[in-house]
Every structure is written in structure tokens, then in C-alpha cells.
């Protein structure tokens, strides 16, 4: 297969399926923008096993050689496109393809039904389905010589937005027996897991989400730093996809309730004005 196919078929899979990302992507040069798709068109294939109907044993064994698959890209097989743009990545951009291990690891979780006591518990697995792409990326972004900070800041704004996803898919994640939410807090606001499938929300549901949505925006603010280490394309392009997702959580704090009665989402083109602000610099 040809390296530009192999390419073009990540572009395909990214622009179709990561409704949110793709507006973000789009800002970046080509090389970079087509070795982000090729990140994104791999992590969509580990969270495809996750979410997907196989017996959890054929789902843990997929993920695993999965694993295999992307720690060695010396001889990626000849019919898998992403694999071949992946191995081009590698050669081109000093990327960390053992972050795409930790992902893995949160999509095992999953699969095995692994619920979450306490917020650090949960902060393990969004460090490790989000922040590990935070980390891909900046390895296609680029950051200087601040590697080491730049790499936090990107896991903080990964928590941010995983916090965000969890909150927007409260009811369809409990519809396929995950509730991410922390024991403790669903306690502490008397809410019974039980109550998150039903449209009606339970007692104290409302304060829990703003509670939960407050966290959310504290790792923001920590994760918004990262812009001012980036190019500016970068910038505009992780400035787009973290602006949608804040705009989206803002909207599920307006109405909590909206989250038991079916996704919240921002249309195409409240989204599209998010990512043309970014790439004129105005983030947020």
C-alpha cells in the first residue's frame, strides 16, 4: 500500500468519526495534520475493541495485540494502513507510542467493568484514556525544550476533557453497565446509580454535576497553559478541540437534567465558530 493511501485512509476514518476533534485537526499544516489522523484513526480502533459486541476475553486479547502492534512498527503489516502511516509517524515525529499501552490500559478497564471509589481512582483512568493523547500529540506539535511541563499541562487538559465526555454520557455509559462517576461523590450527593438510566434526575443530581463540572473547569484552567508553549497552528488546533468541549460542558451545567434525557452535543456550526476564533488566536 502506498504511504499516501495509507494516509488518506486515516484522514477518512478521522474526518467520519471524530465529530468533535476533526474540527481542530483540520487547522494544522498537512504534516502534521495527517500524523495526528493517523493517531487518531489507531486510538479509534483500541476504543472500537473496547465498545465493541466480542465476548470480554476476544475484546482483551484484541487490545493486547493491539499493544504488540504499536510498540513495533519496524515491519507494520502490509495491508493495514494505519499501522504504515503510524510507522512513518514514528520516523518523522518524536512521538511516544508507549502512551498509546496506557490508552489500552483504560480501554481493558472497561472491558473488565472497573468502577471508580474515589476521584483519584477515576483520575488514573482519565490520565489514561485522555491524557495519553494529549501526549501523542504533542509529540506531532512539537514543545521546545519544556517537554517535561508541556507533557502535565497536556495530561491536565485531557482530564478536562474526559471529565467533560464523562458527564455528556452519563446515561448511554450506564445503558452498557459503566458508571464512571466516583462512589463517593454519587454518596455524597445522595444520588443512587441505580437512578442514572431513568430521564428523571435523582436527588441531588443537579449539585453533583456542578460539582463535578467545577472540577472539570479547574483542570482546564491548568490545561489551558499549554497553548503558550505551541506554534500557532497548534495552539488553534488544541485551542478548537478543548474550546468545543468547554462550550460543551458549559451548556450541560446550564441543564443537568439534559444529560438523563439523551447526548448533549454543540451543533456544526457553533463548533466550526469555536475553531475559527481559535485559529484567530481568541481560545476559549
Known sequence: MELIEAYRECEVITWSQARNFAYGIRLLPQDKRRAL????????????????????ERKIADLE??????????????????????????????????????????????????????????????????????????????????VTHASELADSLGVALQLTNILRDI????????????????????????????????????????????????????????????????AACTGAMAGIYRHLLDRITAEPAAVLRGRVSLSGREKAVVAVKALAGRHG
Open 65 to 146: 495485540q493491539a499493544r504488540r502492534a504499536v510498540l513495533d512498527l519496524t515491519a507494520p503489516a502490509p495491508d493495514d494502513p494505519v499501522l504504515i502511516a503510524l510507522a512513518d509517524v514514528q520516523r518523522a515525529f518524536p512521538v511516544p507510542m508507549e502512551a498509546f499501552g496506557e490508552l489500552i490500559d483504560g480501554c481493558v478497564a472497561d472491558v473488565r467493568g472497573t468502577s471508580y471509589q474515589t476521584f483519584d481512582d477515576l483520575l488514573w483512568y482519565c490520565r489514561c484514556v485522555a491524557g495519553s493523547i494529549g501526549r501523542l500529540s504533542l509529540g506531532i506539535f512539537g514543545t521546545g525544550r519544556d
Open 171 to 234: 446515561r448511554e455509559d450506564y445503558g452498557n453497565g459503566r458508571v464512571y462517576l466516583p462512589a463517593e461523590d454519587l454518596a455524597k450527593f445522595d444520588c443512587d446509580p441505580a437512578a442514572l438510566g431513568q430521564p428523571a434526575p435523582p436527588p441531588g443530581f443537579t449539585r453533583l454535576v456542578e460539582f463535578e463540572a467545577e472540577r472539570a473547569r479547574d483542570w482546564y484552567a491548568t490545561g489551558w497553559q499549554l497553548l503558550g508553549l505551541l506554534d500557532r497552528r497548534s
Open 37 to 56: 489522523a493517523a493517531i487518531y484513526a489507531f486510538a479509534r480502533r483500541i476504543d472500537d475493541i473496547g465498545d465493541g459486541t466480542m465476548p470480554a
